[in-house]
């Protein structure tokens, strides 16, 4: 495809409708992407606890490439890519270990400025990564990423539901905040439970509050919303699978919430107040994104790790064959672009961005 088509692809695209197959099968808009969007972003790739008196080097590994992210001493990191050597810039918030691989970043303190509150609360710098896991999606990231921001899957009846998930966090949650704040249908039910929660945890001196982007820069979303009655942790059956709270929770008033971060169309933050997960999502191919989660808890605690890793594991694997499904429907000659639904709403937003990200890079193309 040369620039002038690609041009007129992007031209082309209709608000309220999917993207152009074009988008999730070419190899030279696959290309175009990582360079536009994922490049441009500032990413977290890991936890400060990953490192120890044994190893002071940590490799994240992406398209073609190694970031060889190094530890000097206590708070001075460095980041280099293997193929050139050269330095890539590097942040460290909270000990989430973030890079950029552009030339030129957006502000880092601009970028985490409205996200702090929603992480500080969580002690991540009294953390260590309990467990991680790699997921293989065979999909593209933009397959990847749409099925991580749509509610609309959640609820769906048999194999392509979540039914763990509905399950612990109820239908009215999944259907107004599922993909995040204002990413579907107003439940009345949650929105009452939510007004109340906020109230008494205010109250009570905690963080509550929401987030949504107002930049065309970045693609933010946080908030805090109230877990179930009787729910106090993310595990199967809402039971608490580490000894030790996180954060501000472990010495102050345990509201029960959860907290749901999105840095990027890469990184999602997940926590209750005992552990919380860091999703991080590598596009490698158009047919082929890598998706991990770190589960972080407090330093000292005593962990059931299969209690506490598994209503995301079951998730993440639902999450995998819905994208490779997808991914395989929107290759088929028959695809045509559907108009999105009302629980796609954060797809909107997102083609908007991703779109904008793809044209402004072509503008500074020579
Ligand atoms: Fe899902």
């Keep these: 495809m040369n620039r ?55 490799n994240f590994h992406i398209q073609n490439d190694v ?34 691989l552009s030339s030129d970043p957006y502000d880092f303190e601009e970028f985490i400025l409205p996200l702090k509150p929603f992480i500080e609360i969580h002690g991540l710098e009294d953390a260590k990564i309990a467990y991680e896991k790699e997921f293989i999606f065979n999909a593209s990231h933009l397959a990847t990423i749409y099925n991580f921001k749509e509610c609309a899957h959640c609820t769906s009846q048999g194999t392509y539901g979540h039914k763990d998930y509905v399950g612990l966090h109820g ?72 000894s030790h709270l996180m954060g501000q929770f472990k010495d102050n008033y ?7 971060i999105g840095f990027s169309p890469f990184n999602s933050f997940v926590a209750n107040t005992e552990f919380v997960i860091l999703f991080v999502f590598v596009p490698v191919s158009t047919t082929k994104t890598i998706v991990k989660l770190m ?28 994208c490779e499904i997808n991914q395989k429907g929107i290759e088929s000659k028959s695809f045509v672009p559907g108009k999105y639904g009302k629980l796609e709403t954060a ?4 083609q908007k961005f991703y779109l904008n990200h793809l044209q402004n890079h072509l503008n500074t193309i020579v």
């Design 254 to 260: 345990d509201d029960n919430g959860y907290t749901a």
């Design 4 to 58: 002038q088509s690609i041009q007129e692809l992007i031209q082309s695209q209709e608000n309220d409708h999917n993207l152009d197959q074009a988008f999730f099968c070419n190899e030279e808009l696959f290309d175009l992407s990582y360079r536009s969007v994922f490049m441009k972003q500032w990413v977290f790739v890991t936890h400060t606890s990953i490192f120890s008196a044994n190893s002071n080097i940590f």
């Design 347 to 350: 797809l909107v937003q997102y």
């Design 295 to 322: 589960w972080c808890t407090h330093k000292d605690a005593e962990v059931d790790i299969e209690k506490m890793i598994f209503l995301w594991t079951i998730t993440t694997q639902e999450d995998a064959i819905l």
């Design 67 to 100: 970031v060889k992210i190094k530890k000097i001493s206590k708070n001075k990191f460095s980041a280099k890519l293997s193929s050139n050597n050269k330095d890539c810039h590097i942040k460290v918030y909270e000990s989430l270990i973030f890079i950029n």
């Design 171 to 242: 239908s009215e949650y999944c259907n107004s905040y599922g993909a995040g704040v204002g990413s579907g249908i107003d439940s009345k039910e949650f929105a009452d439970r939510l007004y109340k929660w906020t109230k008494e945890t205010k109250a009570r001196g905690n963080f509550v509050d929401d987030y949504t982007e107002t930049t065309d820069k970045f693609f933010r979303i946080a908030e805090r919303t109230p877990l179930k009655e009787n729910i106090f942790s993310e595990t199967v059956d809402g039971s608490r699978a580490c």
